[in-house]
């Protein structure tokens, strides 16, 4: 990436083959306002954090990456939405993609993981939020097929299995924070939603001493469907434990460590965008 954001030293800066004007960062806890259990940049609006707070801490987001990011309502779901500069936050998606500079796909997350996107000429950038469900997605079809497709339709004289594949070759991929494979513990439900379509998904489950009991690996079923649909750069979360937010709670927010314990949790966030005049809102 070319030239320098001037954000807190305990923001991840993705290392990827990404071109030079495509930005990306994710952030941590450092660099807001909000209090315990929020401390301190809680980028959530829907977390129980005081509003005047969170805006401040989007405020300091914006003004640390040079591009407006723009917050989605995430459903789990496999929806992506294409930014814009009227693009308004709260449109509900959990995924988006852009072609226009200056505007920052932006995905929350507090143990569901983020997946950021570009291709190699450095013209489109997209992110989604892959928890459990948005991943699997029905018949084998989650989020991150649904970001592939958008992309595709790009070229849209090509069409099916091998075409998307070619167009696939084209696209970097960089996994983000999530709870990792030693902290995810799933019942059977989890585990047959990735094997019914995919029965070598079975090889990120590990059964547990409780039956109907699994940890799962989130990142390595997203690197599995990635590399299933073409994607052969894919960066970042490899699922050792300095990914794992559950492990780090100076750095990362996580739902299922503070919520039951602390009674609730903030939301950090990756983002990705093209170089050029940030957008309005």
């Known amino acids: 990436m070319s030239g320098d954001l001037a954000v807190p030293p305990g923001w991840l800066r993705p290392d990827w083959p990404a071109p030079a004007n495509v930005r990306a960062v994710c952030t941590s806890r450092e660099g807001g306002v909000s209090a315990a259990p929020y ?6 609006d829907h977390v129980g954090d005081r509003a005047a707070d969170v805006q401040a801490n989007r405020a300091a ?15 789990h779901g496999c929806e992506v939405l294409g930014l814009s500069p009227d693009t308004r ?13 200056g505007i920052a796909c932006t995905i ?7 997946v950021l996107f570009t291709d190699r000429s450095g013209s489109w950038v997209a992110a989604a939020h892959a928890g459990w469900r948005g991943l699997a997605g029905e018949g084998g079809q989650g989020v991150l097929e649904a970001v592939l497709k ?20 084209e696209v970097l991929a960089w996994l983000g924070p999530c709870i990792g494979p030693q902290a995810f513990e799933v019942g059977a439900e989890v585990r047959e939603a990735f094997c019914a379509t995919d029965a070598g ?66 939301r950090f966030a990756a983002c990705v965008w093209l170089e050029g005049a940030a957008g309005r809102g």
């Open 201 to 266: 998904a079975a090889a990120h489950f590990r059964a547990q001493g409780v039956a109907g009991k699994y940890l799962a690996d989130l990142a390595g079923l997203a690197r599995r469907r990635l590399q299933a649909l073409g994607v052969a750069h894919i960066s970042g979360n490899d699922g050792s434990a300095a990914w794992c937010t559950v492990s780090d709670p100076a750095r990362f927010f996580s739902h299922r460590r503070d919520t039951a314990r602390l009674g609730g949790s903030g």
């Open 61 to 75: 987001l914006r003004s640390a990456i040079g591009a407006r990011p723009v917050f989605l309502q995430q459903v």
């Open 108 to 114: 929350m997350v507090a143990d569901c993981l983020p």
């Open 39 to 44: 401390a301190s940049l809680n980028l959530g």
């Open 150 to 169: 958008s992309f595709q339709a790009q070229a849209p004289q090509e069409c099916g299995q091998t075409a998307m594949k070619r167009h696939a070759g």
């Open 89 to 101: 936050d709260g449109s509900v998606a959990d995924a988006c993609e852009t072609q226009a500079p």
